[in-house]
């Protein structure tokens, strides 16, 4: 065998080695490719188990990538609905479980868009009518809304016309609110219903113009309508025709609003009311100054006076003067009023008469008419009797010293002069001054009465000096005041 013939040979051999070598590689690939598969399956797997998946009634909608983050969706879900003033919350179930899913995941943001719009999927935007708080109605337009509104004022209003003939002008003072917000569909509502709804009145065949709700509001699932736009007409209004609302007798049929209805009336009422009198003041030198005198007894009129008076419920608010009419002429009063100056209580060294009115002497100084007085000496006064009440006066100035009932004096007022000269007026019936009061000579100090020891109304009356009884006479004028 030649040197070529073993060198074939051994190519043979390496050529067998190569393709041995060609297997075992393709098997170590393989083992390797599917062990890359297995790595990647278990990362995919990890993968989807750390990421929740979030379910609308059973339907995965997006996954989050925690609790956290679903919680914050939530959260953010509520506020939509706060902002874009949903009326009523969906009772449809919102879920999040932690499972393989092909849904994709999204932010809190992007995931709480999501379950908005598939909340609100048969959501339209309309107009509400509340009162107080309390929602009544939708309507599919504000100018449905409108009528409504006005609708049932006016019912309200010729209601209360109705039953008070006496109301001159009736005002609805309660506040219905026409808002613009997000409804189920089923709850916007033709106006001649609302209105029938609100004033308790059965259906009947007539229709109104523009059709049903579906040809008034968009229909479901219409999302870029759900967000508040102050310059799109919400509702989808296709025909703004007034509608013509039908005119019944109604009675109220809103609950617990009833009480909550309130209306102001407007009626004239006529009274008879007292006129009072004006006091006319008259200055006069016949008076002393602090003195005053009524010369004309005043005397009220009486008007006709009608007004207009305003109820809210029956709670009168306010009352404006319509007209005047005086059946009698009020009289005024007019009141002297003293300018003398007061005289002075320096005793003058002269005596008056403290009895002023006509009136006569029952007792002398010295006897009486049974020869001696009540203590069984002789008389130690004059007995001026006149009427019971008559004013009495200081005989001159002085001090008074006493003044209080005393023994048989009864009520007693004694009055210190000077050099020593005292009076004494007993019998009173009425006590003016006080113990201390300076007094000036015809100042009055009381009223005759019958106090004390006595057999008929009269004053006592004494003038003593240094103590001892003197007769009045002697110091009094000899003519009588009245003359």
């Known amino acids: 065998m030649g040197f070529r013939a073993t060198l074939e040979k051994l190519n043979i051999k390496l050529n067998g080695v190569r393709e041995v070598m060609k297997k075992r590689n393709a098997k170590i690939i393989a083992a390797v490719s599917a062990i890359a598969i297995l790595l990647a399956s278990t990362v995919a797997v990890v993968s989807a188990s750390t990421s929740g998946v979030v379910y609308i009634d059973g339907k995965a909608v997006c996954k989050v990538d925690s609790k956290s983050e679903f919680n914050r969706a939530l959260a953010i879900l509520e506020k939509l609905h706060v902002e874009n003033n949903v009326s009523d919350r969906t009772d449809k179930k919102i879920t999040c479980t932690f499972t393989l899913s092909s849904v994709k995941k999204v932010s809190a943001d992007d995931c709480a868009e999501l379950l908005y719009k598939e909340c609100l999927s048969d959501y339209v935007r309309a107009y509400c009518i509340s009162l107080k708080g309390i929602e009544i109605g939708f309507c599919a337009t504000y100018s449905e809304a409108e009528q409504v509104v006005e609708h049932f004022r006016e019912h309200i209003i010729n209601s209360v016309l109705d039953k008070d ?209 009540e203590e069984g000496k002789y008389h130690q006064a004059l007995d001026i009797a006149t009427d019971r009440g008559t004013p009495i006066y200081a005989a001159d100035g002085g001090v008074v010293t006493f003044a209080a009932e005393y023994d048989t004096y009864g009520l007693l007022i004694k009055i210190t002069h000077e050099s020593g000269v005292e009076t004494r007026y007993a019998h009173l019936d009425r006590i003016d001054v006080k113990v201390g009061d300076k007094v000036y000579k015809g100042q009055q100090i009381g009223t005759m009465g019958i106090t004390g020891r006595v057999t008929g109304p009269h004053l006592h009356f004494e003038i003593r000096i240094n103590g001892k009884p003197v007769n009045p006479r002697t110091y009094l004028p000899t003519k009588m005041p009245w003359k």
């Not at 309508?225 to 005119?247: H, I, Q, R, S, T």
């Not at 009626?267 to 009198?277: A, L």
């Not at 005596?351 to 049974?370: A, D, H």
């Open 165 to 373: 003939d006496t109301a001159e002008f009736v005002e609805l003072t309660t506040d219905f609110v026409i808002s613009s917000k997000i409804c189920r569909f089923d709850r916007v509502t033709e106006p001649e219903k609302l209105c029938r709804t609100m004033l308790n009145v059965d259906d009947h065949d007539e229709t109104l113009d523009g059709g049903d709700a579906s040809n008034r509001v968009t229909a479901g699932g219409a999302h870029e309508f759900l967000y508040a736009d102050k310059n799109f007409a919400f509702g989808m209004l296709k025909n703004e025709a007034e509608v013509e609302l039908p005119k019944y007798d109604f009675s109220f049929n809103l609950g617990e609003l009833n009480s909550s209805i309130e209306y102001k009336t407007i009626v004239n009422e006529t009274y008879s009311e007292i006129i009072p009198f004006e006091t006319i003041t008259v200055e006069t030198d016949t008076l002393q100054i602090g003195q005053t005198k009524i010369d004309v007894e005043g005397e009220s009129g009486i008007a006709e006076n009608v007004y207009q008076i305003a109820y809210v419920d029956g709670v009168e608010v306010s009352r404006t003067l319509v007209s005047s009419k005086v059946i009698t002429e009020p009289t005024a009063c007019v009141k002297l009023v003293g300018t003398n100056k007061l005289p002075t209580a320096t005793p003058t060294g002269s005596f008056m008469w403290p009895v002023q009115e006509w009136f006569v002497i029952t007792s002398e100084f010295g006897v009486n008419r049974n020869g001696l007085d």
